[in-house]
């Protein structure tokens, strides 16, 4: 069983700052509002509408980060994967390099299935909590 991988600090960060700047800006917004009931209706929603920002800023971080190491690996097995087949077909190489290319590029295949699979395996269990839930 794998452990978790610890979440960087600077998206907690990133999500939190979102949160205290949208709560500074309605506070100000707030002090601006003449009419008493208004005014306390308003500032009673600041902290909600505040963590609110704050999950969904930090959701979207997550999702970007996720994309964006997705296409970071899709791209190096793309330049791994060109890069074996050129050696395999180069006539020059001998067949001991071309033998160790070849297990290379099995390796190299076998842990791109492992990934997708991977992938595939935690995007059904995701569907299935989230349709557990009812929110699906």
């Given amino acids: ?43 009673l929603m600041i902290p909600t509408v505040s963590v609110g920002a704050s999950v969904v800023v930090y959701k979207l971080i997550r999702v970007c980060h996720a994309r964006y190491l997705q296409y970071q690996i899709d791209q190096q097995q793309q330049r791994l994967d060109a890069r074996a087949r050129k050696q395999l077909e180069d006539p020059n190489a001998s067949e001991d390099h071309k033998k160790q290319a070849r297990k290379q590029y099995e390796q190299l295949q076998q842990q791109s299935m492992q990934s997708e699979m991977d ?5 059904l269990e995701t569907k299935k909590a989230m349709n557990n839930d009812g929110t699906g």
Avoid at 10 to 28: E, H, L, N, Q
Avoid at 119 to 123: F, G
């Fill in 1 to 43: 069983m794998t452990k978790p991988v610890k979440e960087p600090q600077a998206k907690k960060i990133g999500a939190g700052v979102t949160g205290a700047t949208v709560g500074t800006v309605m506070t100000y917004l707030a002090a601006n509002i003449e009419d008493p009931e208004t005014k306390k209706n308003f500032l």
């Fill in 119 to 123: 992938n595939l395996r935690m995007l």
